[in-house]
């Protein structure tokens, strides 16, 4: 089973910057995809950004409405996923959510999993 702990969530005024952690730890032989979702009250779970394994080529995504303000990155000897965001606006506000592809030994399927979430909000 592989454990996901979201951290650096929390309330900060439009303009301003946070920079969210995810760790993955348990029984992991290796990571593909790193991701980012969030979901506002009422709304869907949307991808915020992404980031394939090294192996793929690190080649990140990012959703229309983040592009030039969210950066990802991953540490892979750390197992760690992070997400930079700047020039914060209200309608970044939602919970943030981790999901990370893992397998637990070679040649099995990479299982889906997803942290907790953790909630951004940006006051105007």
């Known amino acids: 089973q592989v454990q996901l702990v979201e951290s650096g969530g929390g309330l900060v005024q439009a303009g301003g910057s946070l920079r969210l952690s995810c760790v993955a730890s348990?029984?992991?032989?290796?990571?593909?995809?790193m991701g980012w979702y969030r979901q506002a009250p009422g709304n869907q779970r949307e991808l915020v950004a992404a980031?394939?394994?090294?192996?793929?080529?690190?080649?990140?995504n990012y959703a229309d409405s983040v592009k030039g303000r969210f950066t990802i990155s991953r540490d892979n000897a750390k197992n760690t996923v992070y997400l930079q965001m700047n020039s914060l606006k209200p309608e970044d506000t939602a919970v943030y959510f981790c999901?990370?592809?893992?397998?637990?030994?070679?040649?099995?399927?990479?299982?889906?999993?997803w942290g907790q979430g953790t909630q951004v909000t940006v006051s105007s």
């Open positions: 999901n990370v592809g893992a397998r637990y030994s070679p040649g099995t399927w990479y299982n889906d999993y």
């Open positions: 348990g029984s992991i032989f290796s990571i593909n995809a």
């Open positions: 980031i394939t394994a090294i192996t793929s080529g690190g080649s990140t």
